[in-house]
């Protein structure tokens, strides 16, 4: 039996208008769209005619064998993640599970991952040098998170939160800030983005003082600028360095 054709594809932060046009193109090929409910239902309506497969939170190994059941049997699969599939998404796990089909053809197409789409919401506090830190130890150790935020602020980076808190997490946030609030002054101005270019989207200016006590969940995007960073207008800028005298 010929062998079918597999992608891994970033939606981006929500609906098709969000999705680049390779990606778009993708899912209108694919025989089958699979991935986390949540993000199935999102896209749903707009790819009418696809048989969809989908799995719950945590089942991201099962939806790959799944996936690869159907490409070997001669179908035409996409994998779907929100954001980009190489950011904290799908990509790198397709790819674990795939590893003894060599031969099989895969694409992996990016999208816009929600750094980018929530800084750009909240002006241009990524604009310089910058680190992605998700605060899920579902997979990575705490200590290891602690680390990883220590040595960012160490280095003065700004910061993307990920996953910044759950139901089971709700202390992470705070701790995450008084273990940067030892290399940074609480004037930073940070940012909250919440349901990135869905329903609900909104998003607000604190201070890195004041973001620990902020209600978060796993729908928002933290920013955390640099020494540099200020706000301009109502917007959070990190500046490069050009001389504007």
Not at 169 to 183: F, S, V
Request: with cysteine; proline share 4%.
């Amino acid at each position: 039996m010929t062998e079918g054709k597999l992608w891994v594809v970033g939606l981006g932060p929500g609906g098709i208008e969000q999705m680049t046009a390779r990606a778009c193109a993708a899912l209108q090929e694919a025989d089958i769209i699979c991935g986390y409910h949540v993000y199935v239902d999102l896209i749903k309506n707009d790819f009418p005619g696809k048989r969809f497969l989908s799995t719950g939170m945590t089942k991201e190994v099962e939806r790959c064998r799944l996936a690869l059941q159907e490409v070997l049997k001669g179908q035409k699969v996409a994998v779907i993640s929100s954001g980009d599939v190489g950011v904290y998404g799908m990509a790198g796990i397709m790819l674990e599970v795939a590893a003894p089909y060599p031969h099989l053809e895969i694409e992996v197409v990016p999208g816009v991952t929600a750094a980018c789409s929530g800084a750009a919401l909240l002006g241009a506090p990524l604009i310089s040098d910058f680190c992605l830190i998700s605060l899920s130890d579902l997979l990575t150790p705490w200590e290891k998170i602690e680390k990883r935020l220590s040595c960012a602020a160490a280095g003065d980076f700004c910061i993307a939160i990920y996953n910044p808190a759950s139901h089971k997490r709700k202390d992470h946030l705070a701790k995450a800030c008084a273990i940067l609030l030892q290399h940074q002054a609480p004037t930073v101005p940070c940012g909250i983005v919440r349901n990135i270019g869905r329903a609900g989207e909104a998003w607000e200016l604190t201070t890195l003082g004041e973001l620990g006590s902020k209600t978060v969940d796993m729908f928002a995007t933290v920013i955390i600028g640099n020494s540099q960073s200020k706000v301009i207008n109502g917007r959070i800028v990190t500046p490069r360095g050009y001389d504007l005298a």
